[in-house]
């Protein structure tokens, strides 16, 4: 049973990352039981919503010539490019109907700025311009962070790195995950996880 310092943070489970969506993530809307009961469990839950103003500048759509999932060179380094998903205000971006949401003590939404894309809970992309969640965790005494969510090799990965460099202790439960698997990005993520020092997880290690 987690104790008091346990916050789960759910990661985008919203309409554009589940089947039929935007950027549809394979079996996206598979791990809302699990997450679901992940949440029941939890006293503290906090979840993010990615928040794109129209026009924003992670949409392919945006740079002529270019398509979703090609990359380009950004004031802050390299942006993956994206079909237009989660604009703020639409269906797509709302938490997908099945959800248990309620419960939830803050939402933090991420990907407003037109500029700079939010991949990380933590930090947009350029690496430095903080969302402000560490310091409510910190405030709050939520040391030990669970993250489950979408997508895992880009959303789940990019916050959990980003909570172990903090010096959050870390996990994340893999099968309330799903990938997009962009050329290797999950096997990446992956590495990139482990290296940092993130619990990699799974619901059956959770209940035994
Ligand atoms: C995400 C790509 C673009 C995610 C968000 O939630 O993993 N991926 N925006
Ligand atoms: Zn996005």
């Not at 992309?125 to 903080?130: A, E, K, M």
């Not at 969302?131 to 789940?156: H, I, K, N, P």
């Given at each position: 049973?987690?104790?008091?310092?346990?916050?789960?943070?759910?990661?985008?489970?919203?309409?554009?990352?589940?089947?039929?969506?935007?950027?549809?993530?394979?079996?996206?809307?598979?791990?809302?039981?699990?997450?679901?009961?992940?949440?029941?469990?939890?006293?503290?839950?906090?979840?993010t919503q990615?928040?794109?103003?129209?026009?924003?500048?992670?949409?392919?759509?945006?740079?002529?010539?270019?398509?979703?999932?090609?990359?380009?060179?950004?004031?802050?380094?390299?942006?993956?490019?994206w079909p237009?998903?989660?604009?703020?205000?639409?269906?797509?971006?709302?938490?997908?109907?099945?959800?248990?949401?309620?419960?939830?003590?803050?939402?933090?939404?991420?990907?407003?700025?037109?500029?700079?894309?939010?991949?990380?809970?933590?930090?947009?992309?350029d690496r430095?311009?903080?969302?402000?969640?560490?310091?409510?965790?910190?405030?709050?005494?939520?040391?030990?962070?669970?993250?489950?969510?979408?997508?895992?090799?880009?959303?789940?990965?990019?916050?959990?790195?980003?909570?172990?460099?903090?010096?959050?202790?870390?996990?994340?439960?893999?099968?309330?995950?799903?990938?997009?698997?962009?050329?290797?990005?999950?096997?990446?993520?992956?590495?990139?996880?482990?290296?940092?020092?993130?619990?990699?997880?799974?619901?059956?290690?959770?209940?035994?």
């Amino acid at each position: 049973m987690p104790a008091a310092q346990d916050c789960l943070i759910v990661i985008d489970v919203q309409n554009d990352f589940c089947p039929g969506g935007a950027l549809a993530v394979k079996d996206g809307d598979a791990i809302i039981p699990l997450v679901n009961r992940l949440i029941a469990g939890h006293e503290h839950v906090v979840l993010t919503q990615d928040w794109h103003p129209h026009g924003h500048s992670s949409f392919a759509s945006s740079h002529a010539g270019k398509a979703p999932f090609e990359t380009i060179e950004l004031a802050y380094g390299a942006q993956t490019l994206w079909p237009d998903h989660c604009v703020q205000g639409t269906s797509g971006a709302a938490f997908h109907a099945g959800l248990d949401w309620t419960r939830a003590e803050l939402v933090i939404r991420k990907g407003f700025r037109h500029a700079i894309d939010s991949y990380s809970a933590f930090y947009e992309n350029d690496r430095s311009t903080p969302t402000g969640l560490a310091g409510y965790l910190r405030e709050r005494g939520l040391g030990r962070l669970t993250l489950v969510g979408l997508a895992t090799d880009f959303c789940v990965a990019y916050s959990a790195i980003d909570a172990r460099r903090l010096g959050f202790e870390t996990r994340v439960v893999m099968d309330a995950c799903r990938a997009i698997d962009l050329g290797g990005s999950l096997a990446g993520a992956v590495a990139d996880m482990q290296k940092t020092g993130v619990t990699l997880t799974d619901s059956t290690a959770l209940a035994a």
